[in-house]
């Protein structure tokens, strides 16, 4: 069995849910039995409802919190009418707005507020009872309850103090004790005194073999819990993000990233490394060697793959741009807007969709007014994108960080030419400058104004000089590298010779 450590999930992942579903598709091609455990608490949403929305199975899915239950990873099913049975005859009014429902019970100074699993549905994910206007629990459901939480009145707001975890049959599994940062975890036989602790005791319930491997995606507040409980099983662990600190780095010394440097301390427990691109793992390697004196095993895995190549059906806009992402400050899209509304003076017909959700949302849609390009530019919202690629001419990415870039990779698969900053490693490895985009230069002490314009200047350049069928073929000719068949013969190669080479 192969187990995937994560922290969380939501409705607008990062790329390490991506790419942990992309995996989940590739070993389960290749005929290798997965897990994937997520440590995170949901509390607004069903963790089901999120793993399959990005195509894991209910099967493959394992949350830390039900772990210790017999409740089954499950879409919510639970009904209002479910709910009213519960009410044991009592007399209430009813009102509904949208995903949420009250129950008012006359005379009792008592109210439910039920929050449903969608706008039209009768399935109730939660419920929340007040009681002389204080919150004093929630319940939560999928198919049965699943946890509560109890609540009392402290300072003037309601303070969580306990969360009970229930079987199938209602029969409390464990219990958690929590007193804002400090948690303990009653068990019928134990009592554990940090949530580092109930995962630690979560890997040593697996009774792993040394047939088992264990992947960690992120070790924040887990990996030492995990590492100190998975012997004799296998641990690998994969690389999502830049490993170190260049600025903090000398002929001395290097920084490691702050998520990955205990990973990297405990190489001589760790039987992997996984780097999504050559790059990343040549340096990676080559860093180890040079600071520590030590070659651990580095394999490059790509975190995602393509099933086919795209070609399109009709013919792609005219001078049509796609970018997708989290709406996070990180991604930049402020610039490749402004960079799209500088174009425009010279490519009138430009145009913009971006996808994705995040944070920024209002603020970017604030920036594309304040550009007069609402008639250009488009916010696309959270899309499965599969199909909508080959609509455009090009890509264009503002992040100056990508460890693999997914986005990229199926921007090549649709046939896309890119323009991004020529920065590690997802760039570098999808974009050949002159060949199928532009790679623009770029370092720390660029201002913004220089970045927007060189965006801007690229744009002009593919839609005014550029040969887009070469572009568009060179794009193609990298893409086939990353077809799943390709990545699933990664995958299966990396964990057979890791348990022959280890037993």
Not at 184 to 195: A, G, I
């Amino acid at each position: 069995m192969i187990y995937n450590f994560n922290l969380g999930i939501g409705w607008a992942s990062s790329g390490v849910e991506y790419a942990q579903a992309y995996r989940a598709r590739a070993l389960r091609n290749a005929g290798l039995e997965a897990r994937f455990v997520f440590t995170d608490m949901f509390p607004r949403d069903n963790i089901e409802h999120m793993t399959e929305n990005i195509g894991f199975l209910d099967s493959e899915v394992l949350w830390l919190y039900t772990f210790f239950t017999d409740c089954k990873i499950a879409p919510v099913t639970y009904t209002l009418s479910c709910l009213e049975e519960s009410f044991g005859g009592r007399s209430f009014t009813f009102s509904r707005e949208g995903k949420i429902a009250k129950y008012i019970f006359p005379g009792s100074n008592n109210f439910y507020t039920a929050y449903m699993a969608d706008d039209t549905g009768d399935r109730v994910h939660r419920v929340e009872m007040v009681s002389n206007g204080c919150l004093i629990r929630k319940d939560y459901y999928t198919y049965c309850r699943i946890y509560s939480e109890y609540y009392a009145p402290l300072d003037g707001k309601a303070h969580l103090y306990q969360r009970r975890f229930f079987n199938e049959d209602g029969t409390v599994a464990y219990e958690e004790i929590t007193d804002n940062d400090v948690v303990m975890y009653q068990f019928p036989d134990r009592l554990l005194c940090s949530k580092e602790e109930l995962v630690g005791y979560m890997v040593s319930r697996l009774q792993l073999t040394e047939e088992d491997v264990v992947i960690i995606d992120r070790t924040t507040g887990i990996g030492q819990a995990i590492m100190q409980n998975a012997a004799p099983a296998h641990i690998g662990i994969v690389i999502h993000a830049d490993h170190f600190s260049e600025s903090a780095t000398d002929e001395e010394y290097i920084l490691w990233n702050n998520f990955y440097e205990y990973a990297f301390s405990q190489h001589k427990r760790i039987a992997f490394y996984v780097t999504a691109t050559d790059a990343q793992n040549r340096l990676l390697t080559e860093q180890f060697q040079k600071y520590w004196n030590v070659s651990p095993r580095v394999v490059t895995i790509p975190v995602g793959s393509l099933d086919a190549l795209k070609r399109a059906d009709k013919p792609r806009k005219r001078h049509s741009l796609i970018t997708a992402s989290r709406l996070a400050s990180e991604k930049h899209l402020d610039w490749v807007i402004e960079a799209v509304a500088l174009a425009r003076e010279q490519v009138p017909d430009v145009s913009l969709d971006i996808y994705g959700k995040g944070g920024e949302e209002l603020k970017l849609m604030e920036l594309i007014a304040r550009k007069g390009c609402k008639d250009c530019i488009r916010l696309c919202g959270q899309q499965k994108l599969d199909e909508v690629y080959r609509g455009y001419e090009a890509y264009i990415s503002g992040s100056t960080s990508e460890g693999f870039g997914l986005t990229l990779m199926e921007a090549i698969g649709s046939g896309l030419p890119i323009i991004g900053f020529d920065v590690r490693y997802g760039n570098q490895t999808f974009i050949g400058d002159g060949e199928n985009g532009y790679l623009i230069p770029v370092h720390d002490k660029m201002e913004d104004k220089e970045r927007i314009r060189a965006l801007a200047a690229c744009i002009v350049r593919l839609f005014t000089e550029a040969d887009l069928v070469e572009f568009r073929w060179q794009s193609y000719k990298r893409a086939r590298a990353y077809l799943t068949e390709e990545v699933e013969k990664k995958w299966k190669e990396t964990i057979s010779q890791t348990i022959s080479c280890c037993c």
